[in-house]
């Protein structure tokens, strides 16, 4: 199949032709969930983990999980191709209620879509990025995968609006994460990033980041960050499924460091490809 086919509640068919109820939940309410998984040849990047982390999403929103694994990496498959590195996209809402109403309905099958796009080179990872620090507005369960998306948009918004790249979120002093990224910072030679709770979505990336640097004997720690901290920081890094991960070579108009990609950044990125080259 084509990237313009996707699937939709048992269906694959053209993406013009996918269509939902405007009375679905997550049109009306954002009432939905969704996950990202990269596939480099053909392999989906980590899935149980990422199948994990939507188990954990539709968990902290009450809606029981339409598939196991084994259904979803059935539903995925048909929709990869094996000459180019793509990123599956999968979303679940409540579904389609009779009327609109806050309170959960009963009785409503959810909304099921998949759909899968190419992964297409970003350039930063050679020059580096600009950022931004902002005081973070989302809500109090960053730890779920929301399709509920307005804050985050809104931030990264006012980063490109800024000639930047992304926003780096700072709840009450203390970096959480970026408007869609991890966030990751070289300080007195230790790799830092805050540490998972609610205030951050645990990325797959971020937990790849860690156990490449323990497998490498790379001092590494989830520790919280100051944006003080951050500001004196000889590097910064973002991490994603699709932009793996970016050196921040600015933040806030200033260098960081000497405003080039630093050479840790250089050496995990090495690391980060040659692991990928290993997945079967």
């Not at 960081?256 to 250089?266: M, N, Q």
Request: proline letters at 6%.
């Amino acid at each position: 199949m084509q990237n313009n086919t996707v699937y939709l509640n048992g269906e694959y068919l053209p993406l013009s032709e996918a269509k939902i109820s405007v009375l679905d939940r997550g049109f009306l309410f954002g009432d939905g969930v969704y996950e990202v998984i990269p596939v480099y040849g053909g392999r989906l990047f980590h899935f149980q983990e990422h199948m994990a982390r939507l188990e954990n999403s539709l968990a902290g929103i009450r809606l029981a999980n339409p598939h196991n694994p084994e259904q979803w990496l059935a539903i995925i498959k048909p929709l990869l191709e094996s000459d180019q590195d793509q990123s599956v996209y999968l979303q679940i809402t409540r579904g389609a209620a009779d009327k609109r109403d806050h309170a959960f309905p009963e009785r409503v099958k959810p909304t099921v879509f998949v759909m899968s796009s190419a992964i297409l080179p970003f350039a930063g990872h050679e020059t580096g990025i600009k950022a931004i620090s902002v005081d973070d507005q989302r809500w109090q369960l960053c730890h779920v995968k929301a399709i509920t998306l307005l804050a985050n948009i809104l931030h990264r918004q006012e980063a490109v609006d800024r000639g930047c790249a992304e926003a780096v979120l700072v709840k009450d002093g203390y970096v959480t994460e970026g408007a869609a990224s991890n966030v990751f910072a070289v300080i007195d030679g230790i790799l830092l990033t805050p540490p998972k709770g609610n205030a951050i979505l645990p990325g797959i990336t971020r937990d790849v980041i860690l156990s490449l640097a323990q497998k490498n004997h790379l001092p590494c720690s989830e520790e919280v960050i100051s944006l003080e901290a951050l500001a004196l920081a000889s590097e910064i890094w973002i991490s994603s499924s699709t932009r793996e991960i970016l050196p921040v070579v600015e933040l806030d108009g200033k260098p960081v460091a000497d405003g080039k990609p630093g050479p840790l950044f250089k050496k995990f990125y090495q690391l980060f490809q040659a692991y990928k080259a290993t997945l079967g």
